[in-house]
């Protein structure tokens, strides 16, 4: 039987919605509204998609969007000199700096002068570190969105083996302890990892988070398992075409047939991520006022 698709574009939308109705309710009560301030530093056209569209979703989200486009030549001092006018105006609880920065620029300098409470990307170390050792903290959007569709299909995790392929910060190491959290037995794999068809095929989860069109195949998965695909990789544009197309680094047909449940790439993981992050802006605009949240219901 094929594998169920789990519609992380169905699932971002209904997150949206309900932290848009929390959103409003925060306004309500605390005279103003939850606020994301994006950082942008030069022209790179990816990233200035993902700015535009993630100040766009804030509005939807009944948030005030702050967007700070800066020109490709500003200095270190002049953007830390903004990330902490940000860190004092209490009028913006999230702060998010796109990444990847122009050369000159130092990513973790600049990540590590972000107000933690504000960081709501989570990729400051405290609050790698408050995730590591189970305290409350920020955790970055793209693993947080996949544990939620994840539990969401599979309610408890507890003794089921993960198998998370990928160990970058932002992604495969968060996931990890994400699962480790939930009581998942979990093995990290990497480029080092041997035999990984082997490892991959005792995971009752598999999380691929590594960047290489369709690595993953068909016969490395245990029947019934749930995948989530990460990655977001575009192919060669066929004859003709202007674009390759995007893919993920599963080989969807194949694991289909085998898996019990995948996100597809496109409308998976990645419609996650921006909901994620108005989920984290609505936390933490709640966090700074004092008003209370059920925050493990969103
Ligand atoms: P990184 O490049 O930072 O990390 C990739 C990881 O994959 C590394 O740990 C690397 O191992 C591992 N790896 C590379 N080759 C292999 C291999 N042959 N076998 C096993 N492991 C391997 O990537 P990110 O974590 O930032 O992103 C991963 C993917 O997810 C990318 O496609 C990215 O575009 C996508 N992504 C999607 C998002 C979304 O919103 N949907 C958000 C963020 C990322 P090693 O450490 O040993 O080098």
Known sequence: MAAEIIDGKAFAASLREKVGALAAAFEAQAGRKAGLAVV?????????????????????????????????????????????????????DGILVQLPLPGHLDEQAVIAAIDPDKDVDGFHVINAGRLAVGQRGFVPCTPLGCMMMLTDRLGDLSGLEAVVIGRSNIVGKPMAQLLLAANATVTMAHSRTKDLPDVVRRADIVVAAVGRAEMVKGDWLKPGATVIDVGINRLAPE????????????????????????????????????????????????????????????
């Open 239 to 298: 004859p003709g075409a202007a674009k390759g197309r995007l893919v993920g680094d599963v080989a969807f047909e194949k694991a289909r047939e085998v898996a019990g449940a995948i996100t597809p790439v496109p409308g998976g993981v990645g419609p996650m991520t921006i909901a994620v992050l108005l989920r984290n802006t609505l936390v933490a605009a709640h966090r700074n006022v004092g008003i209370a949240l059920a925050e493990d219901a969103i």
């Open 40 to 92: 942008l530093v030069g022209e790179d056209p990816a990233s200035q998609v993902y700015v535009g569209s993630k100040g766009k979703a804030t509005l939807a989200a009944n948030m005030a969007s702050f967007e700070h486009r800066l020109p490709a030549e500003t200095s270190a001092a002049e953007l830390l000199a903004l990330v902490d006018r940000l860190n004092r105006d209490p009028a913006v």
